[in-house]
């Protein structure tokens, strides 16, 4: 059983950057890709991008290139994703995914195990 | 980007009822959809992958179907431990978009 465990709450000001973690277990770390989901206090989701733990591929979504970096260290297990030049906007909880599949292939990224959560406040 | 739209928004109904959830695509997402539940102060759930695959340890009252641009989502005979919020998420092409949700409460 795969389980991902994510570091806890954080505070920042705007225009401060934050680093959330994901450290997984129960399967091989290389075998599969993390993506990172966030949810806006009493909205939906929205995708944010997608790592390869195995070659350290990523992809982001338009929205946030330029201001998000998805990293993994292999030695850990760990995936990690840092969101710079914090707004208002970015108050919400942060979730890593694990995307079962291989990556950059149609319909693959889904995403079958998810971290508990790290929410992250934008404040002054 | 591919808009993906829930209806109904809420759903209210009792247990042992059957329910459909539906979500459309603003364009063809082949049979890349996917369906989520979540509940309160937790991480969503995979229920259904690629429109129609149950995912292991789901019941078997939950099933999907559909294919293009309209899908759906049924769960039959309603548990206690259905109420939640159910999210529909296309796997077709980047970025990879979440409908709005559909919040399934008691009736």
């Known amino acids: 059983q795969v389980q991902l465990l994510q570091s806890g709450a954080e505070v920042r000001k705007p225009g401060a950057s934050v680093k959330v973690s994901c450290k997984a277990s129960?399967?091989?770390?290389?075998?599969?890709?993390i993506s990172w989901v966030r949810q806006a206090p009493g909205q939906g989701l929205e995708w944010m991008g997608w790592?390869?733990?195995?070659?350290?591929?990523?992809h982001y979504a338009q929205k946030f290139q330029g201001r998000v970096t998805m990293t993994t260290d292999t030695s850990t297990s760990t995936a990690y994703m840092e969101l710079r030049n914090l707004r208002s906007d970015d108050t919400a909880i942060y979730f890593c995914?694990?995307?079962?599949?291989?990556?950059?292939?149609?319909?693959?990224?889904?995403?079958?195990?998810w971290g508990q959560g790290t929410l992250v406040t934008v404040s002054s | 980007d591919i808009q993906l739209t829930q209806s109904p928004s809420s759903l209210s109904a009792s247990v042992g009822d059957r329910v459909t959830i539906t979500c459309r695509a603003s364009?063809?997402?082949?049979?890349?959809l996917n369906w989520y539940q979540q509940k309160q102060g937790k991480a969503p759930r995979l229920l259904i992958y690629a429109a129609s695959n149950l995912q292991s340890g789901v019941p078997s009252r939950f099933s999907g179907s559909g294919a293009g641009t309209d899908f759906t989502l049924t769960i039959t005979s309603l548990q206690p431990e259905d109420f939640a919020i159910y999210y529909c998420q296309q796997s077709y092409s980047p970025p990879y978009t979440f409908g709005q949700g559909t919040k399934l409460e008691i009736k």
């Open positions: 995914a694990r995307v079962p599949g291989p990556l950059g292939i149609t319909g693959t990224v889904y995403f079958d195990f």
């Open positions: 364009q063809s997402s082949d049979i890349y």
């Open positions: 790592i390869s733990a195995y070659n350290q591929n990523t």
């Open positions: 129960g399967d091989t770390f290389t075998s599969f890709g």
